[in-house]
């Protein structure tokens, strides 16, 4: 692959995270985690091509961002419990992540048992 591509693809990949994110932090900012939310994030992921792991790193980051608890704060004054849907759904897809990584993992052991025999 030419130089040139290469660049052209980063540049693209590039794109897609900051779309990602910039869409998560709105929704954030904004506390809109609901059933359109949730469409809107898998159909994102999809079309973005975003990882499991890129979308639990942003979801960990929208979270523990204060400059976006300080907007949602003043947005919805004396609701502290707006913060918890997001952290709900961060734990859920962690935890889905972890099953997926364990299934890979124990997966190859067996191959490589198998081989060793």
């Known amino acids: 692959m030419s130089s040139r591509r ?7 990949r590039a794109m897609e995270s900051l779309a990602y994110s910039s869409t998560l932090s709105y929704l ?6 609901d059933q359109d ?28 961002d204060e400059e976006l608890e300080r907007l949602v704060s003043l947005k919805h004054l004396g609701e502290s419990h707006l913060k918890q849907k997001w ?20 997966s190859t052991t067996i191959r490589k048992k198998f081989k060793g025999t």
């Open 37 to 64: 939310a949730k469409q809107i994030i898998e159909h994102l992921r999809s079309l973005l091509h975003i990882s499991s792991h890129r979308h639990l790193a942003e979801l960990k980051r929208i979270i523990n």
């Open 6 to 12: 290469r660049q052209k693809r980063a540049q693209l």
């Open 28 to 33: 954030r900012a904004h506390n809109d985690y």
């Open 87 to 106: 952290i709900e759904l961060e734990e859920k897809e962690g935890d889905e992540d972890n099953k997926i990584n364990t299934s890979v993992n124990n």
